[in-house]
């Protein structure tokens, strides 16, 4: 698998639920980044876990961060038709990621009233 | 919130014509990328600079590519001579630098994009 990739490709749920989207990661991280994209607009920053944290949280959102497994969750609780738009985890390298932000292949999360 | 804001929205150009992108990052930002996204793929680094030099370029960043800082408030992405397969959204993104030690991470901030499209 390639670097960030994220599950489920994606996800439908009804206003009011909560989302969990899924992303793993495959080299030593700095820190993971989460994004949300609107369709057909820019990136936005939600929130950034360090490497040596294992969950954070800002408003609706939480991230949990797990090294071991390479691996990192962001649930969106309570949802709201406005949370629609795509969400991509993205790792910032320790060594060989270099100097850079490497995503992953995103959800797209619908939110139905 | 400073923006990083990013010109045009849109551009249409001719396959084989030379394009070129602009970006205002965030004043007291030290580090600048360029980003693209076709369409319905994922997003995809292409550049970074800091110190007014490139510090890491992917493969798709080829000879066709290059970028500036000319003035030390904008940074252009350009593009000498267009292909179809250039047709994306171009994000240009920065960051405040954090020296070693720093216990604090800082999230880039994206423009909202160039959409290039090229016939």
């Known amino acids: 698998s390639q670097q960030g990739e994220e599950d489920p490709q994606a996800l439908s749920i009804q206003e009011g639920e909560n989302a969990t989207m899924n992303c793993s990661y495959k080299?030593?991280?700095?820190?993971l980044q989460w994004y949300r994209q609107n369709s057909g607009r820019g990136l936005v920053h939600l929130i950034l876990i360090r490497s040596n944290e294992r969950e954070k949280h800002s408003g609706r959102l939480r991230v949990t961060l797990d090294t071991s497994k390479k691996s990192s969750s962001l649930l969106i609780t309570a949802s709201r038709a406005a949370d629609t738009a795509s969400y991509f985890c993205a790792t910032w390298g320790l060594t060989g990621g270099g100097n850079k932000l490497t995503f992953g292949t995103g959800t797209q999360l619908k939110v139905e009233l | 919130e400073p923006e990083v804001t990013q010109t045009p929205s849109h551009q249409v150009t001719q396959m084989g014509q030379e394009v070129i992108l602009r970006c205002v990052p965030i004043?007291?930002?030290?580090?600048f990328y360029w980003y693209r996204q076709i369409l319905g793929q994922k997003v995809e680094f292409l550049v970074s600079?800091?110190?007014?030099?490139?510090?890491?370029k992917s493969e798709i960043f080829d000879d066709q590519f290059s970028v500036e800082r000319p003035d030390g408030s904008n940074f252009t992405l350009k593009i000498r001579s267009t292909k179809l397969e250039d047709s994306a959204m171009y994000f240009c993104a920065s960051r405040k630098r954090f020296a070693t030690g720093d216990r604090i991470n800082y999230g880039y901030t994206f423009g909202s994009g160039t959409r290039l499209t090229v016939v």
């Open positions: 600079f800091y110190n007014n030099e490139i510090s890491e």
């Open positions: 080299t030593s991280i700095n820190n």
């Open positions: 004043s007291n930002h030290l580090y």
